[in-house]
């Protein structure tokens, strides 16, 4: 058997960019058959400050919170339908990339109130010292910069973002240069996008530390354009 997990969503309780909320995103992925789902909301500026509210002065576990609604609010839509893991997409206060973080917890989050600021030499080896991993997501998507790989675990090589152009055979490409960890995610967003990404196992992922175990071991197929690579 067969066991999809997707690895890159947002929902609208705390993205301000989504549109769809996690309890009807729920069902759009146990109609979809995934086994798991990894929120991986964004923690930047905007998460906080947007056209809908200003929460920017507030105290961080306040926003922490609010961050954790969305995860929240996705366990008790699943219902044990599929299993729902903590993630992030993280962007920094230095640039406009956005960082995937796997393995994420939220006693890390809050005890790392200054994360969007940190630069990557300091934030990146916390993250990997909590035995998280730190991949930057659509790398060659407009606006994007190239990282230094050292400071890379891996990069995302497929990105189902029908509204944007992520080049991910550019992607692919420099995963192979410089031996990255690779991952696929739908990157859902709006009710019009569909859980075309991820990755499948033989086994139902059912903690983040199964998970970044997979991540790292490769043991596992690409989902890409909704369909199992092998």
């Known amino acids: 058997m067969t066991y999809k997990t997707e690895l890159h969503i947002h929902t609208a309780e705390v993205s301000d960019?989504?549109?769809?909320?996690?309890?009807?995103?729920?069902?759009v992925y146990a109609a979809a058959g995934y086994s798991t789902v990894v929120v991986t909301n964004h923690m930047s500026k905007f998460t906080y400050k947007n056209k809908r509210f200003d929460?920017?002065?507030?105290?961080?576990?306040v926003k922490c919170d609010y961050y954790m609604n969305g995860y929240h609010t996705m366990v008790e839509a699943a219902a044990g339908r599929f299993n729902v893991l903590f993630g992030m997409e993280l962007r920094s206060n230095t640039n406009d990339n956005d960082y995937l973080i796997y393995g994420m917890t939220e006693d890390f989050m809050?005890?790392?109130p200054t994360m969007m600021d940190m630069p990557l030499k300091e934030l990146v080896p916390a993250v990997r010292?909590?035995?998280?991993?730190?991949?930057?997501?659509?790398?060659?998507?407009?606006?994007?910069?190239?990282?230094?790989?050292?400071l890379l675990d891996g990069i995302e090589?497929?990105?189902?973002?029908?509204?944007?152009?992520?080049?991910?055979?550019?992607?692919?490409?420099?995963?192979k240069k410089f031996g990255f960890l690779a991952s696929s995610g739908s990157d859902y967003h709006h009710a019009h996008h569909a859980p075309?990404?991820?990755?499948?196992?033989?086994?139902?992922?059912?903690?983040?530390e199964q998970l970044v175990k997979v991540l790292r071991e490769g043991s596992f197929r690409f989902i890409r354009d909704g369909r199992i690579c092998d």
């Open 17 to 27: 960019c989504a549109t769809v909320p996690a309890r009807d995103s729920a069902d």
């Open 55 to 61: 929460h920017s002065d507030d105290p961080w576990d």
């Open 110 to 112: 809050r005890a790392h």
């Open 129 to 150: 010292e909590a035995g998280m991993l730190f991949l930057q997501a659509h790398p060659f998507r407009n606006g994007m910069k190239v990282t230094k790989p050292d």
């Open 157 to 175: 090589i497929y990105n189902g973002h029908p509204g944007q152009e992520s080049r991910n055979d550019i992607a692919e490409i420099w995963a």
């Open 196 to 208: 075309v990404g991820g990755i499948a196992t033989e086994f139902a992922i059912t903690s983040n």
